[in-house]
Each structure stands twice: as structure tokens, then as C-alpha cells.
């Protein structure tokens, strides 16, 4: 079809629309709304591959199983890439429509949603700062709305009124209501008073109440608003039981200067103060007789601007009335905040006899805000910005290079073996571990650069104004530093970490791309030994992504059964028989087609999947050597075991369990390990292999002498054989080296009454040299590949009708 024949009517659409051709998926038309959205020139995008503008696997993954016939429709939200790298957060639906007969176009539809995600986030904030100034408040708070619906309350308010678990668990307005109805005493001054509030939005009112415990709480109803039109009432409740206890109703009006918990002053018409209550005495340190005559703007001159005064005695003259926060400070120098009001008292003439100022202590509340700012934009633990901080400096930090045309790196830090501290001496001690790296990082950076805890043992350092020199003498500088030997409560050990380091802008223009590649890059350290750092390299991702791939299509190949056994015939040396086989792991995917162990099986270790398929290899081996049985044929089988597979918990049993099932006597089983398993804890190792062959499982050391060799261990060890690695078999025996090595296995073995097998035998010439040099066995394509059940099967046929002839 005629692609421009569609512009009329795509652009006509208020939503972004472009349209993909169904075979080559290439954009074919696209309107100016999603030109705009991405930041292009007109025509800029037709002729492009539509996946040139996905920006998450979901979308990729997606127009993957389009070109695959797999997917034809998709609806949800996600992220496009705009012209400039820079992703938008849009609401998308893919649909395959059908123009003609045989003519189909896909349309892609999107809408902008980030200005609905700022709402959103902007929203989720005020509701938190809402919720943290309603519960940091020492008086009970009712908010609700002009018909009396209940919106909001804080535990203060559930304190003073004693309110039940059932009512504070669910909704249930009536029921608060009747709750307060019952425990006033005057319950028909309450409905009075109550009834005159709620027919008067906009009155503003002051009670007393008096609960039947005995409690007096003051009420002051104020009306909400919102855009200067009253949307509800905020009822503040505080309790006065104890200021009243000792006083009768009458006189309360005369002592409430004296008793106010508020600090109160009375000037004259000429702001000469005249009178201070106690409270006032007690908030700044001076004595009634040291503030008697002063000004009453001393109480803002010493921290206040001669501007900010002037303005709040205007607005007093010319309003009556003056309320804020302001500054002062205490007759020991020290200052403190609070919320300060002046009320001007007029006489019959109107004329100004006394001026009232209040000042609450703001002292504890500021704390507490600050307290609030801590929590919510640093680490509880190190005290280091968190993940909300840090995204604002690099948001500044990516803006100010771009103004400036410089550059700045982003580097994430990860602790090796941090694990190990936590399980061995436990994660109270890893906490105080964790507060002594940040230390040590924030020693290592500028007064302008950021480092930032994410969470567990993994840090992210923002390096300002640097180039890829400088931040490799950071790097260097941070490995230094935290190799240097730690020591808490007497215990001195060492940790090191593993750093990766995207540079801005070459690496990525957002943090999230940042941060994401400085990963990707530290990722890379880890696989390469650990204790290094690493910049990022674009096909670091496309790496990570093929192994997501295959660990996914490793998972599925489980559930499909896709995986398959082989078995290579193992060989007596000295009779020419075969004693058994190795099950050797085999799989072929529909859409990768056969894949080689050693592409998948170093993914799988990484991914722990290697537990599923070491079981799932242990059990199809077992049971297939328990049908040879059942035929008649006495095979021993070699089964290779993982060094996650070993460390399981259950392993032993795991082994017994699936010996049962079978009915296969242990012995016929052979389990090959890697001296690294061995090694890596002596002692729970050495309980598994004694475990294994009290059982009477046979044990070897697999690709023996490529690792950490040592006498001691098989010495300890129940080990019944060792196979030479196939590294030292090729060049037998025309190289000298291979043929010390094999030869001192060989004696080796020998004296510590251990049988040995060669992996890789290919020529007779070898089978010969091994025979001569005293190897017991082997394997290998001299005798035959790995094959499948049915070719084995029909090799040991053929083997079996000729029981007079020695195969080799």
C-alpha cells in the first residue's frame, strides 16, 4: 500500500501514530504529533527500523516475535527513545491492521504520560509531607469534609478520645462519631455546637469539652480551603485537663496569660512591653523584670532583617494582626525558632491601647522536620545521600556539563565477598562495616563530588568535572583505600570491591542509563576476578542481554524437557572392556539451535540454574543406568557434579533419594568433582565425600591437575579415582612436559591405591602410551563420541556379539 495516503488521517489524530511495515518493520509514515513527541525533524524517522525507538527489552522482545509471526497486538505502558538518547515515558498500543487483501501495516499508537507522572510523584510527596506535619503535631487533628466526612486524622487525635482497635482498623465515620457522642458529658451543648459548625462553613470557633474521664479538651474549628472556597473543617483538639484542674470556669478567662503553655508579652499603644507570662520567661531566658520597657521588636532585630521588621509592623498597623515563623535567640545566645503572632487591641474609639504577641516554640517540630529531610534524602545507616538525593545531583551535574561542556562519571561500587562477613559474624557487624567503608569512600572524593548508598553493599560515587584520566586516579585511589586492613572488636580482615564507571555523555545521558552501564561494567570486574575497576563498553549490555537470554531459555529447555543425555564409553585398559560411561549433557533449542556445554553451562553456574540441571543430569543418569541394569548390562555411570550442586544442603540426600527411586546399588554410580569443590571448605566437604561413600557411591577428581593439586586432600579424602585432564593427553606422546605430568599422576595414583582415567584419548598411539605408563583407563573418540541412548545401546549390541574379541 501507498504509505502517504495514510498522512491525512494519521494526522489528524491528537495521539503520536506511526505506521510499520509488517515484513521489513520499518516506519513507513509517521504524523507530526510523534515527530514532536521525539524530538525529530519531519520525515526524519520513515525508513527506520521501528526498534530504533524501543528502549526496553519488554518493546524489543516484543518486534522480535513480530519478525518471528509470534505477536501481532500490545498494549501497555513503557519507554521510547527520542532523538537525542533521552527516553519518554508513554502510554503505547501496537495493533496489526488489515488494509486490503494481503496488505496489512502495523500502527503504533502513543501518549505522552510524563507530565502525568510528575502529577503523580509531585502528588505522592505533598501527601507525605502532609501526613509528616499532621502526626509531628502535639494536638489531636480531625479533618473532614462539609458533610462531615471523616478525611483524615492523626494517633494524637486516637489517643485523646481513647478510640477502639475496630474503629482505628477499617471505615467507619458513623461510628467515631458516636464514639466522641458518648464520651462527652454535655451531649446536647456537643450536638448544639456541633450543628451550629456545620450549617456556618465558614465559622470559625473555639470549645471546651468535658469527657466523662474527667479530661478537658479545647476545640478550634477552622474551615479548609481551597482555592478561596471552604472544602471541609480542621478540628485541633488539645488537651487542657491539667491548666484547669485547680480553676473554676469563671476564672479561667484570667488565667489563661498566666498559665498559657504559649509565650505570651502585652506591649502598650507604643510597643513598650508591659507584661510577660511565665512560659515567655522560660522561652527566652530573660526575667519579667529585664523585658519590662524594652521594644517589643527585640524579640526580632538580633537575627532578623531591618526589612523583614518594618514589613510584619506595617501589615500589624494596617491589618491588626501579624503571624509567622520567625528567628530568635535566648538570653544564653542560643537561637531557636518559632511561630510568632501580634494581635492589636483597640479601645471604644478604635484606637490601639495594647499590642499581644505569641510565640510557640517551634524547637522540636524544626527537629523533627529536619529529622523527616534526613530520613527521607540520606541512608538511615552510613548517613550517606540515598537514591533520591543522588538522582538531584546528577540531574545537576549532568546539567551543569552540558552548560559547560564538560564531563562527569558515574561509578558503581560493589563489595566482594560482603556476604561472607555478614553470615559468618552477622549483620550487626556488617552494618558497622558498611558505616566504615562509607568513611573511607567519602575520604577518597572532592568537597563536590557524591557518594551515595543504594542499599545493601552497594555504592554509587558521582565524580564532577573529570575526564576518564581522572576518574581512574578516583578508582585507584577508592581500591587503595579500602584494602587497607579493616579492624572491629579485634577482628582485622580485608575488604576490597569491584568498580564499573560510565562517563557522561559518552556512556549514557541519564542517570538511569548510568548508573545501569557503570553496573554493567562491574558486573564485567566481578567475572574477571573481582577487586578491579572497569569502564563501560556498549557490548557489555549486549552480553548481559544474551545471558538473560539463554538463562531464560535454559529454564524453559527444564520445563520443556529439551535437554538431553549423551554417554561416551569408558574403557578398561588392561581387558579392552567397557566398564561404563560419562552422561555428558546435550541441548538443542528451537530457536538457537544446538548449543555446546561450555556456552551454557558457566551461565548457568552464574544464575544458579546449574542446581536444577545437576539434579535433573543426576536423575535421567541414574535412571537410564538402572535400565541397563534391568537389560542385563553392569555399566558403571559417571555423572558430573557442580560446585553449587555440592554445596546444596540436601545434596547427600538428594543422591540417596534418587538412588532409591531406581533401585540402582551406589556403586554403579560415579560421581566426578573438581578439586576446586573440594577445597573450598575442607571440613564440609570432607563430611559429604564420607557421607557419599559410606553410602558406597564411587568418587573422582574430574580434570585433575588443572586446579589446586594437593596431596594432603587426597590423602583425607574417600577418593576412588582421578581423571588427567584431556589438556595433558593431546600431545602424548611427543611432548615432554605432558608426559612428565601424566606419568607422575600415574605413579601418584598408584601409591595412594587410586585408579586413573584419561579423558580425550584419540589415537592408538596414546591409548598405548597410557597402557604402557600404567593407566587403568579411558575415554574418548578413540573409542567413540558421546552418543545418544540408542546409538549406545546399539554400539554395546554390536560390542556383546564379538565377546571374544578385545575392543582395544
Keep these: 500500500m501507498n504509505a502517504p495516503n495514510w498522512h491525512p488521517l494519521i494526522e489528524g489524530m491528537l495521539e503520536a501514530v506511526w505506521l510499520v511495515d509488517p515484513i521489513e518493520l520499518r516506519i513507513v509514515a509517521v504524523n507530526r504529533a510523534a515527530e514532536t513527541l521525539l524530538g525529530a525533524e519531519p520525515g526524519a524517522f520513515v525508513g527506520q527500523p521501528v526498534i530504533d525507538l524501543s528502549a526496553t527489552p519488554e518493546d524489543m522482545f516484543f518486534w522480535e516475535d513480530v519478525a518471528a509471526g509470534l505477536s501481532d497486538q500490545i498494549f501497555s505502558e513503557t519507554l521510547l527513545r527520542r532523538r537525542d538518547g533521552t527516553t519518554v515515558q508513554v502510554e503505547r498500543r501496537v495493533s496489526l491492521i488489515k488494509v486490503s487483501q494481503g496488505a496489512s501495516v502495523y500502527v503504533v499508537a502513543a501518549r505522552d504520560q510524563s507530565a502525568q507522572r510528575q502529577v503523580e510523584n509531585e502528588l505522592e510527596k505533598l501527601i507525605a509531607e502532609l501526613r509528616a506535619t499532621l502526626e509531628s503535631t502535639a494536638d489531636g487533628i480531625l479533618v473532614s469534609d462539609l458533610e462531615g466526612g471523616i478525611r483524615g486524622y492523626n494517633h494524637r487525635f486516637a489517643e485523646m478520645w481513647n478510640l477502639p482497635h475496630e474503629l482505628l482498623t477499617q471505615r467507619n465515620d458513623a461510628g467515631i462519631y458516636a464514639w466522641m457522642y458518648q464520651c462527652v458529658l454535655d451531649t446536647e451543648h456537643y450536638t448544639d455546637r456541633l450543628g451550629a459548625i456545620s450549617r456556618s462553613p465558614l465559622l470559625e470557633a473555639t470549645d471546651v469539652l468535658v469527657l466523662r474521664t474527667g479530661h478537658v479538651l479545647e476545640r478550634v474549628t477552622l474551615p479548609q480551603y481551597a482555592r478561596g472556597r471552604p472544602i471541609g473543617r480542621v478540628f485541633s483538639y488539645r488537651d487542657i485537663t491539667q491548666r484547669l484542674a485547680?480553676?473554676?470556669?469563671?476564672?479561667?478567662?484570667?488565667?489563661?496569660?498566666?498559665?498559657?503553655?504559649?509565650?505570651?508579652?502585652?506591649?502598650?499603644?507604643?510597643?513598650?512591653?508591659?507584661?510577660?507570662?511565665?512560659?515567655?520567661?522560660?522561652?527566652?531566658?530573660?526575667?519579667?523584670?529585664?523585658?519590662?520597657?524594652?521594644?517589643?521588636?527585640?524579640?526580632?532585630?538580633?537575627?532578623?532583617?531591618?526589612?523583614?521588621?518594618?514589613?510584619?509592623?506595617?501589615?500589624?498597623?494596617?491589618?491588626?494582626?501579624?503571624?509567622?515563623?520567625?528567628?530568635?535567640?535566648?538570653?544564653?545566645?542560643?537561637?531557636?525558632?518559632?511561630?510568632?503572632?501580634?494581635?492589636?487591641?483597640?479601645?471604644?474609639?478604635?484606637?490601639?491601647?495594647?499590642?499581644?504577641?505569641?510565640?510557640?516554640?517551634?524547637?522540636?517540630?524544626?527537629?523533627?522536620?529536619?529529622?523527616?529531610?534526613?530520613?527521607?534524602?540520606?541512608?538511615?545507616?552510613?548517613?550517606?545521600?540515598?537514591?533520591?538525593?543522588?538522582?538531584?545531583?546528577?540531574?545537576?551535574?549532568?546539567?551543569?556539563?552540558?552548560?559547560?561542556?564538560?564531563?562527569?562519571?558515574?561509578?558503581?561500587?560493589?563489595?566482594?565477598?560482603?556476604?561472607?562477613?555478614?553470615?559468618?559474624?552477622?549483620?550487626?557487624?556488617?552494618?558497622?562495616?558498611?558505616?566504615?567503608?562509607?568513611?573511607?569512600?567519602?575520604?577518597?572524593?572532592?568537597?563536590?563530588?557524591?557518594?551515595?548508598?543504594?542499599?545493601?553493599?552497594?555504592?554509587?560515587?558521582?565524580?564532577?568535572?573529570?575526564?576518564?584520566?581522572?576518574?581512574?586516579?578516583?578508582?585507584?585511589?577508592?581500591?587503595?583505600?579500602?584494602?587497607?586492613?579493616?579492624?572491629?572488636?579485634?577482628?582485622?580482615?580485608?575488604?576490597?570491591?569491584?568498580?564499573?564507571?560510565?562517563?557522561?555523555?559518552?556512556?549514557?545521558?541519564?542517570?538511569?542509563?548510568?548508573?545501569?552501564?557503570?553496573?554493567?561494567?562491574?558486573?564485567?570486574?566481578?567475572?574477571?576476578?573481582?577487586?578491579?575497576?572497569?569502564?563501560?563498553?556498549?557490548?557489555?549490555?549486549?552480553?548481559?542481554?544474551?545471558?538473560?537470554?539463554?538463562?531464560?531459555?535454559?529454564?524453559?529447555?527444564?520445563?520443556?524437557?529439551?535437554?538431553?543425555?549423551?554417554?561416551?564409553?569408558?574403557?578398561?585398559?588392561?581387558?579392552?572392556?567397557?566398564?561404563?560411561?560419562?552422561?555428558?549433557?546435550?541441548?538443542?533449542?528451537?530457536?538457537?539451535?544446538?548449543?555446546?556445554?561450555?556456552?551454557?553451562?558457566?551461565?548457568?553456574?552464574?544464575?544458579?540454574?546449574?542446581?536444577?540441571?545437576?539434579?535433573?543430569?543426576?536423575?535421567?543418569?541414574?535412571?537410564q543406568c538402572a535400565a541397563w541394569q534391568a537389560q542385563g548390562r553392569t555399566l558403571t555411570m559417571a555423572v558430573n557434579v557442580s560446585a553449587l550442586q555440592f554445596q546444596q544442603v540436601n545434596f547427600v540426600e538428594g543422591v540417596a533419594e534418587v538412588l532409591r527411586t531406581f533401585s540402582l546399588p551406589p556403586a554403579m554410580l560415579e560421581l566426578e568433582l573438581t578439586e576446586s569443590i573440594l577445597l573450598r571448605d575442607i571440613d564440609e566437604a570432607l563430611a559429604r565425600l564420607d557421607a557419599l561413600a559410606a553410602m558406597g557411591v564411587r568418587l573422582s577428581i574430574d580434570d585433575f591437575g588443572t586446579g589446586y593439586s594437593s596431596l594432603s586432600y587426597l590423602k583425607r579424602f574417600p577418593i576412588h579415582k582421578l581423571k588427567i585432564d584431556r589438556s595433558f593427553i593431546s600431545e602424548l606422546p611427543d611432548h615432554d612436559s605432558d608426559t612428565a605430568i601424566v606419568k607422575a599422576i600415574i605413579n601418584m595414583a598408584q601409591a595412594l591405591k587410586l585408579r586413573v582415567i584419561a579423558e580425550g584419548v584419540e589415537t592408538e598411539t596414546q591409548r598405548h602410551f597410557l597402557a604402557s605408563s600404567g593407566c587403568d583407563e579411558f575415554q574418548g573418540f578413540l573409542c567413540n563420541p558421546a552418543l545418544s541412548n540408542e546409538e549406545f545401546e546399539q554400539f554395546m549390541e554390536t560390542a556383546e556379539k564379538q565377546p571374544q574379541t578385545k575392543l582395544f
Excluded at 542446581?611 to 543418569?621: F, H, K, P, S
Aim: glycine residues 6%; charged residues 25%.
Design 246 to 623: 485547680d480553676e473554676a470556669r469563671l476564672q479561667l478567662a484570667s488565667k489563661v496569660f498566666e498559665s498559657s503553655l504559649d509565650a505570651i508579652f502585652v506591649t502598650d499603644a507604643a510597643h513598650r512591653i508591659i507584661a510577660v507570662n511565665p512560659s515567655c520567661e522560660k522561652l527566652t531566658g530573660y526575667t519579667q523584670a529585664e523585658l519590662l520597657e524594652q521594644p517589643s521588636r527585640a524579640f526580632f532585630s538580633d537575627l532578623s532583617e531591618a526589612a523583614f521588621i518594618e514589613q510584619f509592623m506595617e501589615q500589624l498597623v494596617r491589618e491588626g494582626l501579624w503571624e509567622g515563623e520567625v528567628w530568635n535567640r535566648r538570653k544564653n545566645g542560643k537561637p531557636y525558632l518559632c511561630l510568632a503572632s501580634m494581635v492589636r487591641v483597640l479601645d471604644e474609639e478604635g484606637a490601639p491601647v495594647h499590642y499581644i504577641g505569641f510565640f510557640k516554640d517551634l524547637s522540636e517540630t524544626h527537629a523533627a522536620r529536619k529529622r523527616i529531610e534526613e530520613l527521607a534524602y540520606n541512608d538511615a545507616l552510613t548517613g550517606l545521600p540515598n537514591r533520591l538525593l543522588l538522582a538531584e545531583r546528577i540531574e545537576h551535574a549532568l546539567s551543569l556539563a552540558d552548560r559547560n561542556g564538560g564531563s562527569c562519571a558515574v561509578l558503581f561500587l560493589d563489595l566482594d565477598h560482603f556476604k561472607h562477613i555478614n553470615d559468618s559474624l552477622g549483620h550487626l557487624f556488617g552494618d558497622r562495616v558498611l558505616i566504615e567503608v562509607a568513611e573511607r569512600l567519602k575520604d577518597c572524593l572532592r568537597h563536590i563530588d557524591t557518594a551515595a548508598r543504594l542499599g545493601g553493599d552497594e555504592f554509587v560515587l558521582l565524580l564532577n568535572q573529570v575526564d576518564a584520566r581522572g576518574t581512574e586516579i578516583t578508582a585507584q585511589r577508592i581500591l587503595d583505600t579500602l584494602s587497607r586492613p579493616f579492624t572491629l572488636d579485634d577482628i582485622t580482615f580485608t575488604v576490597t570491591c569491584s568498580i564499573g564507571i560510565a562517563l557522561y555523555p559518552g556512556d549514557g545521558v541519564t542517570m538511569d542509563d548510568l548508573i545501569k552501564n557503570a553496573d554493567s561494567a562491574m558486573y564485567h570486574v566481578k567475572e574477571r576476578g573481582r577487586a578491579d575497576f572497569r569502564f563501560y563498553q556498549r557490548q557489555m549490555n549486549i552480553g548481559l542481554l544474551s545471558r538473560m537470554k539463554l538463562d531464560h531459555a535454559m529454564r524453559l529447555a527444564l520445563e520443556n524437557n529439551d535437554f538431553r543425555l549423551h554417554y561416551q564409553p569408558q574403557v578398561d585398559l588392561a581387558s579392552g572392556n567397557i566398564f561404563g560411561a560419562e552422561a555428558l549433557i546435550r541441548w538443542h533449542d528451537k530457536e538457537l539451535g544446538d548449543i555446546p556445554p561450555a556456552s551454557f553451562i558457566p551461565v548457568a553456574e552464574q544464575t544458579g540454574v546449574i542446581v536444577a540441571i545437576g539434579n535433573w543430569v543426576l536423575t535421567e543418569a541414574v535412571r
